[in-house]
């Protein structure tokens, strides 16, 4: 069986404190609408976070079995109620298209949020269950798998959801990520490093935010217009944020030539638009700018650089999916999307 190198989007679905689908999170980016606010939460001298956040009332109510499960956090329920309205775009595109069926169980692939350093997992296997309960969608939890790797876990993901339509007969498989970083555990730690901007201003810092999105892949074109996703380039920074090692961005410039070589992107037919998880904070920036370097000869100079934390805050885990479906919306292509993660994983992947 030959390698399976490209899947097609066939639908996506998203919920972004600037928008609550796919075309509005899209608008609000083209045209630059930031939605930083004064944040719930202070720092230790007193000053307000500046944060994003999707509006209470575009969130559907946790569903009531799920009310009173042992070990279901408040950030878990908050991304529960993130993923659902996302995962009900999917389907509502999918209804719309003449002999296409998905009522099967469908296999989820699903980044989440990295844990902080001696914490436990935000996310686990269990959450699939509670989605499913939470969507009233049934989900083949055997085939499905959760990663809790922040901003990078879509594309490994994205790599699971390869490997299983290679050898799975159903045609789809759902990618998707969701996150929110309005937890009071993560953000004492990210205040601890003093890395979240606040109403005082921060050069150095980001602006944690929330979200949710998914995309539908099939193994074919269900119409003329769907854009494609190659098979992503993976890697691990060693010196990522944790890690005593030298930093050096080794790791997502390999994520990028893998991706690019994945797309059989060449000098004459070059990147034209890039879709990068950058927030704000210099740490990201100088990976980037090894990649760019490493990379330089099938990127092409007047690409479009696009880093839309800069309007919805940092996505965390919701990152990847987000930056997909957003570059497939893009009359620029090829694209190419990567995400960070605090820890060592680098991820990345071309839309064509």
């Given amino acids: 069986m030959s390698a399976l190198n490209q899947l097609f989007i066939a639908a996506t679905g998203m919920i972004t404190p600037v928008g609550f689908n796919t075309a509005m999170t899209h608008a609000a980016v083209q045209a630059g609408i930031n939605v930083y606010e004064r944040g719930s939460y202070c720092n230790g001298n ?28 408040a950030r878990q329920a908050r991304m529960l109620q993130l993923a659902a309205p996302a995962i009900e775009q999917i389907y509502q595109q999918m209804a719309e298209l003449p002999n296409t069926d998905i009522s099967a169980p469908m296999a989820v692939f699903l980044a989440g949020p990295e844990p902080i350093p001696n914490a436990p997992l935000p996310i686990r296997s269990i959450f699939l ?41 159903q045609p789809f498989a759902l ?18 490093d003093k890395r979240v901007k606040t109403e005082a201003g921060g050069a150095d810092c980001f602006v944690p935010g929330e979200g949710a999105g998914f995309i539908l892949l099939s193994k074919q074109a269900l119409s003329p217009n769907n854009r494609a ?13 944790y890690s005593d090692e030298p930093y050096l961005g080794n790791g997502l410039a ?21 879709y990068s998880s950058l927030n704000g904070e210099l740490f990201g920036g100088k990976e980037f700018g090894v990649a760019q370097v490493r990379n330089a000869k099938v990127i092409s100079p007047e690409a479009n650089h696009q880093h839309p934390a800069d309007c919805y805050g940092d996505l965390g885990a919701a990152t990847g999916p987000v930056l997909l479906a957003l570059a497939a919306l893009n009359s620029a292509k090829p694209s190419i999307c990567y995400g960070s993660s605090d820890d060592e994983f680098r991820g990345a992947a071309c839309v064509v």
């Avoid at 049934?138 to 994205?158: E, T, Y």
Wanted: charged share 15%.
């Fill in 175 to 192: 990618v998707g990520g969701v996150d929110t970083f309005w937890h009071a555990t993560t953000l004492s730690k990210f205040m601890q």
């Fill in 229 to 241: 996703i190659t098979r992503p380039g993976l890697a691990a920074e060693e010196g990522h944020r």
């Fill in 254 to 274: 390999q994520a990028f030539t893998e991706a690019v070589g994945f797309a059989n992107i060449m000098p004459e037919n070059n990147i034209k638009a890039i």
């Fill in 129 to 169: 269950k509670h989605l499913q309960c939470q969507i009233e969608k049934p989900i083949d939890l055997d085939n499905s798998k959760v990663f809790p790797m922040g901003r990078a876990g879509a594309f490994f993901a994205l790599e699971s959801a390869f490997q299983y339509l290679q050898t799975s007969s």
């Fill in 46 to 73: 007193v000053e307000a976070l500046t944060m994003t956040q999707v509006p209470d009332d575009a969130l559907p109510p946790l569903a009531a079995p799920l009310i009173d499960v042992l070990g279901l956090t």
